[in-house]
Nanobody, 115 residues
Framework: QVQLVESGGGLVQAGGSLRLSCQAS????????MAWHRQAPGKQREEVAR???????NYADSVKGRFTISRDNAKNTVYLQMNSLKSEDTAVYYC?????????WGQGTQVTVSS
């Protein structure tokens, strides 16, 4: 069984920063892609950023230049540094990991940006 534990969400003023963390544990032998997604009220879940095991990253246009994804392979942990936050970044943020053909999800962490 694989578990993903997220942390770092909270309430922040517009223009502020937050850092999300997500650690994978359990019966997981190899993680290929780690990613962050978000879902705002009334909207579909969208991928925000992803990073491969080799460190190749990809970002949604809405967060390019503001968010940075990174990972620590030794700790099976992925991070999302979020700077210059905007009210439209308010959402529940979920991490996911792809291991072989299986995708695992975290429980989500709330990020609220006040204007």
């Amino acid at each position: 069984q694989v578990q993903l534990v997220e942390s770092g969400g909270g309430l922040v003023q517009a223009g502020g920063s937050l850092r999300l963390s997500c650690q994978a544990s359990g019966s997981i032998s190899r993680i290929n892609v780690m990613a962050w997604h978000r879902q705002a009220p009334g909207k579909q879940r969208e991928e925000v950023a992803r990073i491969t095991s080799g460190g190749v990253t990809n970002y949604a246009d809405s967060v390019k230049g503001r968010f940075t994804i990174s990972r620590d392979n030794a700790k099976n942990t992925v991070y999302l540094q979020m700077n210059s936050l905007k009210s439209e970044d308010t959402a529940v943020y979920y991490c996911s990991v792809l291991s072989f053909s299986l995708t695992y999800w975290g429980q989500g962490t709330q990020v609220t940006v006040s204007s």
